[in-house]
């Protein structure tokens, strides 16, 4: 135990200030009423689904949770179920074979929902548009609101999506 | 064919690793192999490929690692009747690999006893295969469930959990199927797919440097392993040789890529015993890698930074000593950590005896990898028949015959402690020379070759085929999930359901990978 202690004290406070929010990330305007993203109040609870990525997209997304960006310090945080998310996180190029369980997921989410696609090919299909077994990028299945590019983006960018996302546009207050 | 035909008509392969071939009659074939697996060959992979332009055939390609090294056969196949004898008898690993070879080029193993779909779900039908040269994908196609024939277990009290395709953490798709009672895991069966994007159909006739952009992404957390495959697939085939900085560049990113998915995965395991100090703890040092990576080479993974002939990024000196004090540091907090962890009686309690793989069991499964030595497989690519500067390397394997998820968490640390020990001895060897490349644009016509590196999870192989004007016509990633996905429906049995994530975790092993 004492151990365990000096370590944590060594460590200290890594967490960095998270980045501020970038409009150009907006696709969907209007989707949500003013009031309704004021009623989230800055928390929020996030479902991933990885329709299709080759799994680095992800290892960014865990990357979110480590103290550098400390995102449930945010008040954000990543359930297990659909019916307890306010936020659908896709990345991937959507296969064929994902298709029916993206589509499910997006709706067993309560309304109103949000949806952010991580990634080059869940933002514009990436690498992997001309396949026989894919679907293309994330908006031909599902309306999306903020997409964040990149092969990986890296964490600070996704967390600028997130924070995104949750923020009123200037244009609503 | 008699034993002394068969040794004189191996052919060597032009390659960075000791490699023959042999083309056989598929009548030949369960002989041929019955004598390897006696011998204690393994099976690496298995594909198919269309050669009907060329001279109406298909071929059956099977990669083995032999005592004496690497040895692909290939076995023609009529068109019109692409039959062969069923191998997952002698390799209980060319289960899947085979229905894999028959959903997307129809080549078909006779009288296997498993002959249900594996990576075909509803995206194209039955009689159709997405591999071979004449497929016409079909944009109407469904991609609604299919009814995939579960194995059930009967008997009063059992009952079925379904898990997935889409999971309750941040993971790749899959489903799990668990006959269980109370919460004793009966059986467990897999059924994958869900991640299947095509990736060896969009290989076919890109140039080079396109294909390697595939080949890194064909799994992203190996994105190393599988570039540098897929150039010494191509660059064995071209026969030439990057230069020597180049070589110890590309094991200095193995190395790191390997460190890094350690760092990850034990920090998880802590996370899943409810110890999530652990998490946080691994996670900063991967962090700290991952950004150094980023500042050094120009991208956090270090994907396309391997390119068909060399590599494209060189190390300054001012990086050399970034790199050495992020060695100490990663050296003096992992042994910290390691003794926070042994002596955590919770932790422990949870690792030891969880998902055990007995050794037997493993060798006969065909076993690979990092999951493998934890199982005394005593078998690493970069300790036998090694590339390149491996063999200049003299790589420390590490092994344990416990087989639990304690064994996998232990041989984690000590493949940190290596990498970190290989780490320094590259930088050493980082000495003179300037050349990053000998640039390589194209191949020369009807060849094959493959690479094959240890990737942190194990043997990462690619194979390359090239048609009469030296385009790429086959290629074919290979996945060490291949080999202990089947292993990991063991290690669960008589486990309780809720010790599944941490078994699993213990393996990590890939989706997208296998699915293609």
């Known amino acids: ?128 548009n001309d396949s026989y077994a894919c679907c293309g990028k994330v908006s031909n299945i599902i309306p999306v609101d903020v997409v964040v590019s990149g092969c990986p983006p890296t964490p600070t960018a996704i967390l600028q999506g997130i924070l995104t996302v949750i923020s009123t546009k200037p244009t609503a207050k | 064919m008699t034993h002394a035909q068969f040794l004189a008509s191996l052919t060597p392969l032009t390659s960075a690793i000791p490699a023959q071939q042999i083309t056989l009659q598929p009548i030949d074939l369960i002989d041929v192999c019955k004598i390897l697996s006696e011998g204690g060959s393994r099976l690496i992979s298995l594909w198919g490929s269309d050669e009907r332009v060329l001279n109406n055939r298909f071929q059956l390609h099977v990669l083995l690692m032999t005592e004496a090294g690497y040895l692909c056969l290939h076995v023609p196949l009529d068109a019109s009747k692409p039959h062969y004898p069923d191998l997952s008898g002698l390799f209980p690993v060319a289960n899947r690999l085979q229905r894999a070879a028959f959903d ?35 944009p109407v196609s469904t991609s609604e469930m299919d009814d995939y024939p579960f194995v059930s277990v009967a008997g009063q009290g059992v009952h079925e959990i379904p898990v997935g395709p889409v999971h309750a953490g941040i993971i790749e798709p899959g489903h799990f199927r668990f006959s269980i009672v109370g919460e004793k895991v009966l059986k467990l069966e897999e059924r994958f797919g869900y991640m299947h994007r095509g990736i060896e159909k969009l290989f076919e006739n890109k140039n080079l440097e396109n294909a390697n952009q595939f080949a890194g992404r064909v799994s992203g957390d190996s994105s ?44 998880y395991l802590g996370n899943d015993v409810a110890f999530s100090f652990g998490f946080n703890q691994f996670w900063i040092l991967k962090e700290q890698l991952l950004r150094n990576n980023a500042s050094l080479f120009g991208h956090r993974y270090l994907m396309d930074r391997i390119i068909p002939g060399g590599v494209k990024v060189d190390l300054t000196l001012d990086g050399k000593q970034i790199i050495e004090e992020e060695s100490l540091m990663l050296e003096q907090n992992v042994a910290t950590l390691r003794s926070i962890y042994e002596e955590h009686a919770g932790v422990q309690d949870r690792f030891i005896g969880a998902g055990k793989v007995e050794p037997p069991l493993a060798a006969k499964l065909g076993m690979c990898g990092l999951a493998g030595r934890a199982s005394a497989q005593a078998w690493d690519a970069r300790v036998h028949f090694s590339c390149a500067p491996y063999d200049k390397l003299d790589v420390k394997m590490a092994t344990y015959r416990n087989g639990d998820v304690a064994a996998r968490v232990i041989v984690r640390f000590d493949e940190i402690v290596e990498s970190l020990r290989l780490q320094r001895k590259i930088l050493v060897n980082l000495i003179g020379g300037s050349e990053l490349a000998h640039p390589l644009n194209a191949l020369p016509a009807n060849e094959f070759g493959f690479g094959l590196v240890e990737g942190w999870r194990g043997e990462v192989m690619v194979a390359v085929h090239t048609d009469e004007h030296g385009q790429l016509a086959r290629v074919h990633p290979h996945d060490p999930s291949w080999q202990n996905w089947p292993i990991l429906e063991h290690a669960i049995m008589g486990n309780i359901v809720p010790d599944f994530p941490l078994i699993n975790k213990s393996f990590n092993l890939s989706y997208a990978g296998p699915d293609l």
Not at chain 1, 32 to 52: K, N, P, S, T
Not at chain 1, 93 to 104: E, Q
Request: with cysteine; proline share 5%; net charge neutral.
């Open chain 1, 1 to 128: 135990m004492y151990q365990t202690l000096k370590q944590i004290l060594n460590t200290g406070i890594r967490t960095e200030t998270p980045p501020g929010v970038d409009e150009s990330l907006r696709t969907e305007t209007d989707r949500l009423q003013h009031e309704i993203l004021a009623a989230f109040g800055g928390a929020l609870a996030i479902r991933m689904v990885d329709a299709g990525s080759c799994n680095t997209c992800e290892q960014e997304v865990h990357a979110l949770n480590n103290p550098y960006y400390n995102l449930e310090g945010l008040g954000i945080k990543f359930v297990a179920s659909p019916r307890h998310a306010d936020l659908l996180m896709v990345t991937g190029n959507v296969t064929r074979h994902m298709l029916t369980g993206l589509k499910r997921t997006y709706d067993a989410i309560p309304a109103p929902k949000l949806v952010i696609a991580i990634g080059d090919c869940a933002c514009s299909g990436g690498l992997f």
């Open chain 2, 224 to 267: 190393i392993a599988y570039s540098w495959a897929f150039c010494m697939a191509t660059e064995n085939i071209a026969k030439i040789t990057p230069p020597d900085r180049a070589l110890w560049l590309r094991a200095l990113f193995l190395e790191r890529e390997r460190l890094a998915n350690h760092l990850g995965d034990l920090g």
């Open chain 2, 104 to 138: 997307l080029m129809g080549i078909q193993a006779q009288n296997a006893p498993d002959q249900r779909q594996w990576l075909r779900h509803g995206a194209w039908q039955t009689e159709q295969f997405p591999l071979r040269k004449d497929f016409i994908a079909n």
